[in-house]
């Protein structure tokens, strides 16, 4: 129940509260509609005044969400890796040649086939493929991930990529990729850390050895859910993690088949859920 000075403060903030994002919210009386307001939910640019609200508006947001799912557009014409490796003096014709018919013959990319060949090194297909997506190449070496700024495992996997930089000057954080820029992906990931994010290329070797070490521990805050949920299951569940957090706020994004939600409160929490094509 709330007390006068809890009414008398909730009202003197009155005008500077947004009206409750859901259209069907049933709060109508003054004492309803402040009691709700204490316990406010961000979605977005938009905030709902409690949790039945926040699922109606979760349920909406997947659908939204769920028409823009596509897998990401082919890249845009660029000189092809055998053809650049070449102009650089790394392969000869005939190597090409040779690399072209293995990669035809087994589908295998062609920066791993004229590395296993030993045409070129790990080093110059790393500087080529960078080259080809007007990136800059990023040493991971002994370096340590950026502590600051997680993103789920399953979507580095995905997307054979890595957080390799974090600055808090402009919060600006550099993406490591292993074989083409994902511009969507880095979209997303601003959208759900308030980062500005720059891609880079990194090498396979290193990408592969920081993805064994987070494999080996074990993430609380991340929970995956592969199971083909209904929208309406997803909001649910959603909803229940939002309350159970604590939650202020919940950032929405899709990547490919993944539904990726951030709940903010006390604890960050990430949740993953499988979405199949329409």
Not at 70 to 93: C, D, F, W, Y
Not at 179 to 188: C, G, I
Not at 211 to 233: C, T, W
């Amino acid at each position: 129940m709330l007390t006068m000075p809890a009414i008398a403060k909730a009202l003197s903030k009155w005008r500077e509260w947004p009206q409750c994002a859901n259209p069907d919210c049933t709060a109508k009386s003054f004492v309803q509609t402040v009691s709700k307001r204490l316990t406010r939910i961000r979605l977005g640019e938009e905030w709902f005044c409690s949790p039945d609200c926040f699922e109606s508006g979760a349920r909406k947001k997947i659908v939204e969400l769920r028409a823009t799912q596509k897998q990401e557009k082919s890249p845009n014409a660029r000189m092809p890796l055998g053809l650049l490796l070449v102009s650089r003096g790394i392969l000869t014709h005939d190597q090409l040649k040779t690399a072209l018919d293995q990669h035809r013959a087994t589908g295998v990319n062609v920066g791993d086939i004229v590395q296993e060949l030993g045409f070129a090194t790990q080093q110059h297909v790393t500087a080529a493929v960078a080259a080809q997506w007007a990136c800059s190449v990023f040493s991971l070496r002994d370096r340590a991930l950026p502590a600051e700024i997680g993103i789920p495992q399953c979507l580095l996997e995905d997307y054979e990529m890595l957080p390799v930089h974090y600055s808090p000057i402009g919060k600006r954080l550099m993406v490591g990729f292993v074989t083409r820029v994902q511009h969507h992906m880095l979209y997303t990931i601003e959208q759900m850390t308030s980062c500005n994010a720059t891609p880079c290329f990194i090498a396979a070797t290193e990408y592969r050895k920081h993805m064994q070490s987070l494999a080996l521990r074990e993430n609380k805050n991340e929970l995956r859910f592969d199971r083909n949920n209904s929208v309406s299951e997803i909001a649910e569940l959603i909803r229940n993690y939002v309350c159970q957090s604590g939650c202020e706020e919940a950032r929405f994004g899709m990547c490919r088949n993944h539904l990726w939600v951030r709940i903010l409160g006390r604890h960050e929490m990430d949740l993953l859920f499988h979405l199949q094509n329409h």
